[in-house]
């Protein structure tokens, strides 16, 4: 069972950048696909980007594409977010999570982490 952990957030002024990284305890993602997720105050979680770890597919939210990008470390075993340009809009509780690719909910969740961006 794959567990995985959460790094990077903080607090960043408007303009910045971030970088998230998701690491994976237990196995590796091979054949899953991993998104990021997250979660304003009074707000749904939402989706931010995923792909899949074996590559051939990524996808972003419509207000993160072009400032943000998902990407994989193999060695690492991390998939991270990096995130451009931010705005305080993009503050918010960060996920990460994984689901087999023949799934399709995602099952397996980080703790989440903190990113706030201030005006």
């Known amino acids: 069972q794959v567990q995985l952990r959460e790094s990077g957030g903080g607090l960043v002024q408007a303009g910045g950048s971030l970088r998230l990284s998701c690491l994976a305890s237990?196995?590796?993602?091979?054949?899953?696909?991993v998104g990021w997720f997250r979660q304003a105050p009074g707000k749904e979680r939402g989706i931010v980007a995923t792909?899949?770890?074996?590559?051939?597919?990524?996808y972003y939210a419509g207000s993160v594409k072009g400032r943000f990008t998902i990407s994989r470390d193999h060695a690492k075993n991390t998939v991270d977010l990096y995130m451009n340009s931010l705005t305080p809009e993009d503050t918010a509780v960060y996920y990460c999570?994984?689901?087999?690719?023949?799934?399709?909910?995602?099952?397996?969740w980080g703790q989440g982490i903190q990113v706030t961006v201030s005006s």
């Open positions: 792909m899949r770890w074996n590559g051939g597919y990524t």
């Open positions: 237990g196995r590796t993602f091979s054949e899953y696909v």
């Open positions: 999570a994984a689901r087999g690719v023949s799934k399709r909910e995602y099952d397996i």
